[in-house]
């Protein structure tokens, strides 16, 4: 079954301080998903990614958010100064046949 | 804006009993799917329902997609511990992006 796997699992991190979450997709693929879940409430989408440019994005990704491909595999999402609100887990997904997507394990994000 | 409605929102149940949760929109979609997501866990991939009308079933899992291809079903029989988990429907709108339904949270117990 297709995946993805994130790095980290878990991160820590002062308010103000800027953080990249890393996506590894297991082959070369060209449609990517980030998605942020805030504890307790709904699977929000953030921004989607195809052949290496960004395809759409919400209203939640404003300019503190960037998304790259750096080196054609890994696949990053960073938030320049992090705020307390941004605290919640990000997924990144993979898709398949035009319609699914295949979630990785989610990276937990703390802003302190 | 298109939008994915689910329902009921909490629903716990004694094991063995049968359930079924709804996902509903006022858009058409061209497909739908179902993912389980556990606590700490990223959604899994349930099921992609296409045909208006259709039926899949996996194992005690019976999903359907509306004639109109507007809502679904997913109907479990003889619910498990195992099962315990929130269910989201989910499609893909116009644009490049897939939209969740805000979950029906499902707790089985032994």
């Known amino acids: 079954e297709p995946e993805v796997t994130q790095t980290p699992s878990h991160q820590v991190t002062q308010m103000g301080q800027e953080v990249i979450l890393r996506c590894v997709p297991i082959?070369?693929?060209?449609?990517f998903y980030w998605y942020r879940q805030i504890l307790g409430q709904k699977v929000e989408f953030l921004v989607s990614?195809?052949?290496?440019?960004?395809?759409?994005k919400s209203e939640i990704f404003d300019d503190q958010f960037s998304v790259e491909r750096p080196d054609g595999s890994n696949f990053t999402l960073k938030i320049r100064s992090t705020k307390l609100e941004d605290s919640a887990m990000y997924f990144c997904?993979?898709?398949?046949?035009?319609?699914?997507?295949?979630f990785g394990q989610g990276t937990r994000l703390t802003v302190v | 804006t298109q939008l994915l409605e689910q329902s009921p929102q909490f629903l716990s149940i004694q094991e063995g009993e049968n359930l079924t949760v709804y996902c509903n929109s006022s858009?058409?979609?061209?497909?739908l799917q179902w993912y389980r997501q556990e606590p700490g866990e990223g959604p899994v991939l349930l099921v992609t329902?296409?045909?208006?009308?259709e039926v899949k079933k996996l194992k005690r899992l019976t999903f359907q997609f509306g004639d109109a291809r507007k809502d679904s079903s997913l109907h479990i029989t003889a619910a498990q511990p195992g099962d315990t988990g929130l269910y989201l429907c989910?499609?893909?709108?116009?644009?490049?992006?897939?939209?969740f339904g805000p979950g029906t949270s499902l707790s089985v117990i032994p």
């Open positions: 989910a499609a893909k709108t116009s644009y490049d992006k897939v939209i």
């Open positions: 990614f195809y052949n290496n440019e960004i395809s759409e």
């Open positions: 858009s058409v979609f061209s497909s």
């Open positions: 997904a993979r898709e398949e046949m035009n319609t699914e997507a295949f």
């Open positions: 082959s070369n693929h060209l449609y």
């Open positions: 329902v296409v045909t208006g009308g």
